[in-house]
């Protein structure tokens, strides 16, 4: 590539970055590169279809991409794929979920590329409270008709849900920096209506603890997903088709590619070359050699906590680089359990507790999972269901192995005791762990103006494009939206307005 001359280069084939990309590419006519260290474009959305994986590779491409790695399975990992228990199954590495299925800014901009995406949303819902669960389909459980709850509990709860709705993006963001517990308490004193936000919170944030929630960031989601007409049992959350996850970052590097653009794999950035505070290129390192690539423009779409590993802290003000190597992440423990036959019949069901402090973590431990294969078909082999089961864990946390094992025992006991015939149905199980489903966790300081800004201030040329930089929300449609940002500062024009519509632009 030393002859070639590109217009941007792309850090990373996840979602941030190559949003950005595509939209340069396809709308300024810009040359795009993207430069992805893994086997594999996806990053933290890689895929897998386990008819064509080994053990050995799906364990690499999870670390290296994802921030991930195996803990444990049974039967063992080996046995999982040689026996072919894995066979016909499509999942990711990590917990998924879409928000606001078809009207979510991950769709909303694909659409606006030529690219939509075929999902399957959640259309039904379960709530576990007091021991007994609670089934809601189709929105059932709007305005908030929560059978637990008498009537001045759903009067406090509807109070809250509108406000939430009703309230200004700007005003959301004035709430950025304030806790989700301290956001409630000072708004009402019913117990039911804090415990189903907090739980909700939990769902939206990755975070156990309404202490470390921002409240500014989970409000703006909340927002959004009322504002587009949805609700957790309808199109709240979706799943896409097959091949999974994986075609959000393909579908926009496709976009570069038809614009005369290039994604290498097994490319590694080694360092950000910058000199005067201008971005001159990169060092990168393709089969063993290494190349300096000249370019005037440099878009990050790794994480903002690891990025001094290539882009040299000396460029930047001793405060921003304390702040940003600080930043605290949200972390999962995900299992995979697969069964012979349908055991669960929601989509998505929540659970408050399955574990606390006085089992030794940070809070109370809340659990999520999905019937994948219920919401899209085609992720398990016909007959059998798969799910996804997940708790938040915070980074700290992740790295202890007695908890995450304990986090495992405590999602299959919750599993076996409440659902009839889940443990004769239980043909295998895969359990990972991740300290960064979110990379920079959705915490007071962590969100809105603490995040590093999609154009560097620093250093001219230098743009951040990722879930862990300047946006709002979660997971895939925080990276989109950083993307749009990244590239309405390149281009000089307001993609956030032209692409996405008023609930999702802040």
């Not at 990168?284 to 050699?289: Q, S, T, W």
Request: overall charge negative; charged content about 25%.
């Amino acid at each position: 590539m030393k002859n070639e001359k590109f217009d941007a280069i792309v850090i990373g084939a996840g979602v941030g970055g190559p949003t950005a990309g595509a939209i340069l590419a396809k709308k300024e006519g810009m040359k795009v590169l993207v430069l992805e260290k893994a086997s594999r474009v996806g990053g933290r959305d890689i895929s897998f279809n386990f008819s064509e994986e080994d053990p050995e590779t799906y364990k690499r491409l999870i670390a290296n991409a994802a921030h991930t790695w195996y803990v444990k399975s049974e039967p063992d990992l080996t046995e999982l794929f040689k026996q072919g228990y894995l066979k016909g199954y499509s999942f990711e590495a990590g917990i998924h979920t879409l928000q606001i299925t078809e009207r979510g800014r991950t769709n909303v901009c694909l659409t606006y590329l030529g690219k939509p995406l075929t999902l399957f949303p959640a259309v039904s819902a379960g709530w576990w409270h007091g021991g007994e669960l609670y089934h809601f389909e189709n929105g059932s459980e709007r305005g908030g008709n929560f059978p637990w709850m008498n009537e001045r509990d759903k009067e406090e709860c509807g109070k809250i849900n509108r406000l939430m709705v009703k309230i200004s993006a700007d005003e959301a963001h004035s709430y950025d920096h304030i806790s989700l517990k301290e956001w409630m308490e000072v708004r009402t004193d019913n117990q039911n209506t804090k415990d189903f936000h907090y739980v909700n919170g939990t769902m939206n944030c990755t975070i156990n603890d309404p202490a470390n929630i921002s409240a500014g960031d989970c409000i703006l989601m909340n927002r959004a997903v009322a504002r587009a007409g949805k609700r957790f049992s309808y199109g709240g959350c979706s799943t896409p088709g097959l091949p999974g996850f994986v075609q959000i970052p393909l579908k926009l590097c496709e976009v570069i590619e038809e614009h005369g653009g290039k994604v290498v794999t097994r490319a590694t950035v080694k360092e950000v070359l910058i000199e005067n505070r201008k971005v001159k290129g990169v060092l990168v390192e393709i089969e063993g050699a290494e190349e300096k690539i000249e370019c005037p423009i440099v878009i990050n779409s790794g994480m903002v906590n690891e990025m001094f590993n290539y882009i040299p802290e000396n460029h930047f003000p001793y405060t921003f680089v304390k702040r940003v190597k600080g930043f605290w992440r949200a972390g999962i423990g995900a299992v995979y359990f697969g069964l012979g036959h349908k055991i669960v019949k929601e989509h998505l069901t929540f659970v408050p507790k399955i574990a606390g402090k006085e089992d030794g973590f940070d809070s109370d431990v809340r659990m999520g999972f999905w019937d994948s294969s219920g919401m899209d078909p085609g992720r398990a082999p016909e007959g059998k269901q798969l799910l996804d089961a997940y708790v938040s864990l915070v980074d700290i946390e992740a790295h202890n192995l007695e908890l995450v094992n304990l986090a495992y025992e405590k999602m299959k006991k919750f599993m076996e005791d409440n659902y009839q015939g889940f443990k004769q149905a239980l043909e295998w199980t895969l359990y990972t762990v991740s300290d960064s489903l979110v990379p920079v966790a959705q915490a007071p300081y962590q969100v809105g103006d603490a995040r590093p800004k999609a154009k560097s201030p620093f250093i001219e040329g230098l743009y951040m494009a990722s879930d862990s930089s300047e946006c709002s929300m979660a997971a895939n449609d925080a990276a989109v939206h950083a993307g749009i940002i990244a590239a309405s500062r390149i281009s000089g024009k307001d993609y956030v307005s032209e692409i996405l519509p008023e609930y999702l632009r802040d």
